[in-house]
């Protein structure tokens, strides 16, 4: 038996099936009639919608075996994705690349073979459209020509599944922004209405430590929300995958700084302490945008959950190929009932120190976007005097 050679633009290739989130996903009626045809109109017993994975061949459709799947090596159709058009194997007794091929020699005694190539829209075939029989035969040019029209058609039905789980997706996010508007937004807003109200008809007969308290509480508030409507444009910039990549050695302690210059005022409100341990050589592999972007979300989050007059720490230190830096707070912490899904979709929060709850965009965001440069995010569960928070990026040394 022969095994088919590796696609010349294999990566690519296994990158383009892996787009469709199509593999191991349940029957669905619209290809399952596509392979019924295809047996039909070649009068073989078996058809299938064969795709070409890394070490097997799965199959989303098919007529007259059981099985799901079979390993790679074994596939007709590893060796039908590489050339263009259909792939033919009158009689694979014949034939020294399948002679052998525990298919041919047992269930399901495989004879004939045609299969005619999936083709994306960058020309990679995923997998195949193909009939087989028990009995050596030939097709003839209309069941060719129609198994390769067939094969198109299966293509299509990949195109419309994928963008209807996008349109999903779309949907399910907008519903999540405006959810996140009418939560999150409300609550900071009425605060700041409430109190600019109080202020306006009483300033007269407050005194001025009243009016410094009221207005740093106006603050707190707009900051807030400031926060939120950033959280929120990034969050809706990444998930529409606007946001573009340009890794370069970054300088750690630059991005920290910036970054802690920027909230000045929200730390100088809670009079929190900053206490940063960066090498000042230390370099990591990002896009400086999207570093600033991860350490303003972490940051923010630390000093929202601060108690007043604590501190905040950064760390870093190299691990072998990739830097660690953490960033801990002294605040309530996070719950275990929280911490299982606090990086894996939006939700509720903690209540703050001002006794509000967000909807945990920010920590989503930092985990989707630490992805995006090759690093993981995780809560250190050791850490009980507040919260700690340990990320990675690429070294470049």
């Keep these: 038996m022969q095994r088919a050679?590796?696609?010349?633009?294999?990566?690519?290739?296994?990158?383009?099936?892996?787009?469709?989130?199509?593999?191991?996903?349940?029957?669905?009626?619209?290809?399952?009639?596509?392979?019924?045809?295809?047996?039909?109109?070649?009068?073989?017993?078996?058809?299938?919608?064969?795709?070409?994975?890394?070490?097997?061949?799965?199959?989303?459709?098919?007529?007259?075996?059981?099985?799901?799947?079979?390993?790679?090596?074994?596939?007709?159709?590893?060796?039908?994705?590489?050339?263009?058009?259909?792939?033919?194997?009158?009689?694979?007794?014949?034939?020294a690349r399948f002679a052998d091929n525990p298919l041919v020699q047992g269930d399901p005694d495989i004879r004939f073979y045609a299969g005619a190539p999936l083709v994306t829209s960058k020309g990679l075939p995923i997998g195949t459209l193909c009939v087989i029989d028990k009995t050596a035969k030939t097709l003839s040019v209309q069941q060719k020509r129609a198994l390769e029209i067939l094969a198109n058609q299966v293509m299509g039905q990949l195109e419309l599944r994928l963008n209807y789980k996008k349109l999903q997706q779309a949907s399910?996010?907008?519903?999540?922004?405006?959810?996140?508007?009418?939560?999150?937004?409300?609550?900071?807003?009425?605060?700041i209405l409430g109190l600019s109200q109080l202020l306006y008809e009483k300033a007269s007969v407050m005194s001025h430590e009243q009016t410094k308290d009221m207005a740093g509480h106006i603050y707190g508030s707009s900051l807030q929300v400031f926060q939120i409507i950033d959280e929120l444009?990034?969050?809706?910039?990444?998930?529409?995958?606007?946001?573009?990549?340009?890794?370069?050695?970054?300088?750690?302690?630059?991005?920290?700084?910036?970054?802690?210059?920027?909230?000045?005022?929200?730390?100088?409100?809670?009079?929190?302490?900053?206490?940063?341990?960066?090498?000042?050589?230390?370099?990591?592999?990002?896009?400086?945008?999207?570093?600033?972007?991860?350490?303003?979300?972490?940051?923010?989050?630390?000093?929202?959950?601060?108690?007043?007059?604590?501190?905040?720490?950064?760390?870093a230190q190299v691990e072998s190929d990739h830097m660690s830096i953490s960033i801990e707070d002294q605040g309530s912490g996070v719950s275990p009932h929280v911490i299982e899904q606090l990086f894996n979709n939006t939700v509720e929060s903690e209540v703050d120190t001002e006794g509000l709850k967000g909807s945990g965009i920010g920590l989503s965001l930092c985990a989707e976007l630490i992805a995006t440069q090759g690093g993981s995010i995780r809560v250190d569960e050791t850490y009980t005097q507040g919260a700690r928070i340990i990320f990675t990026l690429p070294s470049s040394t």
């Design 5 to 95: 050679p590796n696609h010349p633009s294999e990566a690519q290739r296994i990158a383009e099936l892996l787009r469709f989130d199509v593999l191991d996903s349940e029957d669905e009626k619209a290809f399952d009639e596509l392979t019924e045809l295809a047996s039909h109109i070649c009068q073989t017993p078996i058809s299938l919608i064969s795709l070409i994975d890394t070490d097997r061949q799965w199959f989303k459709s098919r007529v007259g075996i059981d099985a799901q799947e079979t390993p790679r090596e074994q596939a007709f159709c590893a060796h039908a994705i590489l050339q263009p058009g259909l792939f033919e194997v009158p009689d694979a007794l014949k034939d």
């Design 172 to 191: 399910e996010e907008r519903q999540k922004i405006f959810s996140v508007i009418g939560h999150d937004l409300r609550s900071p807003f009425n605060g």
């Design 233 to 315: 444009m990034q969050w809706t910039q990444q998930r529409l995958g606007r946001t573009v990549s340009n890794v370069e050695p970054c300088s750690l302690m630059k991005a920290v700084n910036d970054t802690l210059g920027l909230l000045k005022d929200a730390i100088t409100l809670k009079q929190l302490a900053c206490d940063v341990n960066i090498e000042p050589h230390i370099d990591v592999l990002a896009d400086g945008a999207i570093l600033k972007t991860i350490l303003r979300n972490l940051l923010n989050n630390a000093i929202k959950y601060s108690n007043e007059g604590g501190m905040i720490r950064i760390d």
